[in-house]
């Protein structure tokens, strides 16, 4: 088992939060007012939350008897984040299949394809766990930079939902990469980890985004297939850096600079509620 620097306090600053929200039976799925596509891009999101967020609680709680006490409690504390996330995203989710009923082939093959993930090693599970944090946090580097241009115009309870989400993802930013560290700390099963996370996000995103847009009748505008492409490169220039940065001896997650947004709008908009 591999040496932990102690991550004092970590457990401390992720917090169990319900953002309660809403979706009734009348609940706008297409809530973006001057950029329909950036919503179906994010219920595409949406759609894998359900999937890849239980998949990697199992793959933190299966080790959790089995990581030092000083890493144990944020492991939990963000088993119990990633549960909340999936939860939420799954109400909302419910209106999407409600109002697009064609698009259930997506969820099922993302189940069958995280069924064959769970039988995979313990070692493969935390390793994944850890990368898919790395794109979390890359999302939400990526979102702070453009939140006035993506959000001004979102329907609120959406807007409240990714936000939520993604302020989290930088809250919890260190946690499953302390759990692959004292668990694994295996390199080469990280990087194999991360580049598998990558594949499954970006193509059931991919497929998703493309099946929302075919709904929304939306598949062949050239502007939304041109901002589909500047988002994801601009997306990947934001990830790289900090895969590669990511998967160095030495480097901790809890290193890299948080974006600003995201972290005081949780603070003012959510935990002054609670
Ligand atoms: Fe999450
Ligand atoms: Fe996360």
Redesign the pocket.
Known sequence: MAVVTPKSGEYHRIRNRNPKLSFDENYPISWHSTIPEFACACNAVSLL?PHV?PF?VRSVERVADELPDDVRPAALAYAR??RQ??AQHRRFNDRVFAEHPGLGWIDRLMATTFRFLDRRSDEFGVAFAAGAETI?YAGARWTDDRIGTLFTDAEPTARRLFLW?LA??VE?KGAAHDVWESFSGNRVKYVLGTITSVMVLAFFAFIGTLGLLWTERRLFSPRAHWNLLVWSVTYVFEFMPLAVVSALPGHHPNDLADPVYLPTWLKTQVDNEL
Do not use: D, L, S, T
């Open positions: 939350m967020e990697v984040q990633e996330h999936h979390a989400h989290e993802e919890h």
